[in-house]
């Protein structure tokens, strides 16, 4: 993570109006006129039957008057308005030299409805943390978001299999196991993530959100204020690793608050870019918590949030170069977009929308990073270090590449040589990805190794049982003991965290990028 503050502007998506064919014209069509053939036929009426019609005319007239009132309130829809003015509060010169991308987000939805407020907002600020059971739960159910209309292309559909047969569908029952036992995973390593996922429940707070530097008997709290958003959302990512949602599991409770917290913070455009600095990483965070948890759930009144939050995404792109950094449309960097595309690749296998042009750009973003063919990755230019080769690796097998393509081949063997590191948590989090789907004995090796480093490394006593920090990782350090934890705990998901891309369980071809 990165960590220099910007601000950001509101930039509003445009909006596209369309009729709807299925409501019935109110204007009628024009009555036809008779043939001028057809021969009149005189007509006798008497007196009293013509005042008898037209009194009843009149009536009829009278009820006619009003009935298009009665009309006009059912059965349409109402058209989301989006203010095009900066609802953020910034300043709007900070944005004044970088060039937004023209997408086009239009949508015509049903208008949601405001989510019920919580009844009380207060962080958890003793020394010592009342432990999961004595946190008040949220005791209403979530608000539904509307999910009428979330994008201009068509959701992608379910080819037939089912929503939960999906890249992560093995994070539940006996698909886990099997995928535990067959990956490498061990009973220490399924310990020491619930011991890790205690600890982390037992420092949400009340309102459903985490931050880096929460104050409490824990020491190595980080110094990322003001970030709650990314805090929040790294922190839901084990839960929901291990088959958690906010219907089901042991911490459905917690999973439950952190979506609504991080639904509170979403604007009307989807972003979740935080008014004072917020970064792109942030968003991405969220998106991917917001995605999975659809996906894993199949609640559609996530779906609507989980689509903007990938909409919003493709309008935040460097309209150039195609990736992704902290301010909307700047020039990307590797370890941004590598989040992004995460978050993509969630939403894919959520059955989401993602444009074409969107998924392309990332491809020309990690063309001009790589070097040696693919096999490394730079920062912000080519090059080759290790933590950004891991990240560029596996979005290249997000994105398609096979497991014998050349580029990733030698970028897995470099990998190996290196091994895991006990001081970069963060190149150990994408490498062992890398490592995981490419399978085979590199794979065997470097679990081994991997798995010693963290179960041997977690605090197993006092009030940090269950928690890592890594002194000499400086993410670890501006992150504190919160970001240590989320990261080594998705390590030892991963096991059954995302199917294997390629072997015999791949279920990369189903959602390819």
Known sequence: MSHSLSEVSGVQPSRLDADDP???????????????????????VPGWLLSSLVHLSLILLMALLSFPEMIGTGGTLVIGEISTGDTTGNALEEL??????????????????????????????????????????????????????????????????????????????????????????????????QRALQWLANHQHENGSWDFDTACDCPNAGHLTGETVSATALALLPFLGAGNTHEEGEYREVVKRGLYFLRQQQDSQGSFLEP????????????????????????????????????????????????????????????????????????????????????????????????????????????????????????????????????????????????????DIYYDYYATQVMRHYGGSSWEKWNQRMRGILVNSQQRTGHTAGSWFFPADKGAVAGGRLYSTAMATMILEVYYRHLPIYGENAAGDHFPL
């Not at 299925?22 to 007509?43: D, K, Y």
């Not at 239009?106 to 958890?124: F, G, N, T």
């Not at 209309?149 to 068509?154: A, E, F, H, L, M």
Request: glycine share 12%; hydrophobic share 35%; proline share 8%.
């Open 22 to 44: 299925s409501q019935p014209s109110l204007t009628g069509t024009p009555a036809e006129s008779p043939p001028e053939n057809t021969r009149r036929i005189p007509l006798s």
């Open 96 to 193: 004044a030299a970088v060039s937004l991308p023209q997408a086009d987000l239009s949508r015509v939805e049903m208008e949601p409805e405001d989510p019920e407020p919580l009844a009380s907002v207060s962080d958890i600020a003793s020394e010592s943390p009342p432990p999961l059971e004595s946190l008040n739960p949220l005791t209403h159910e979530m608000s539904p978001l509307s999910d009428v209309g979330v994008s201009t292309s068509q959701l992608v559909e379910d080819p037939g299999n089912g929503m939960n047969v999906s890249g992560l569908s093995g994070r539940e029952g006996a698909a886990r196991a099997s995928l535990l036992e067959s990956g490498g995973g061990t009973p220490g390593t399924e310990q020491a993530v």
């Open 276 to 423: 004072e600095g917020g970064k792109m990483y942030a968003h991405a965070l969220a998106s991917i918590a917001l995605c999975e948890a659809y996906a894993m759930s199949q609640d559609r009144g996530l779906r609507s949030a989980a689509q903007q939050s990938l909409d919003f995404i493709s309008i935040a792109r460097d309209p150039r170069g195609g990736g992704w950094r902290y301010i909307i449309g700047e020039p990307g960097d590797t370890s941004v977009t590598g989040w992004v595309i995460m978050a993509l690749k969630s939403g894919r296998m959520g059955y989401l929308s993602i444009p074409d042009e969107t998924v392309q750009g990332a491809k020309t973003f990690l063309d001009s990073m790589q070097t040696e063919g693919g096999s490394t990755y730079g920062y912000d230019r080519p090059g080759d270090a290790a933590a950004t080769s891991a990240v560029g690796l596996l979005c290249r097998m997000y994105m398609g590449w096979s497991r014998d393509h050349q580029g990733l081949h030698r970028g897995v063997e470099l990998l190996a040589r290196h091994g895991p590191s006990k001081d």
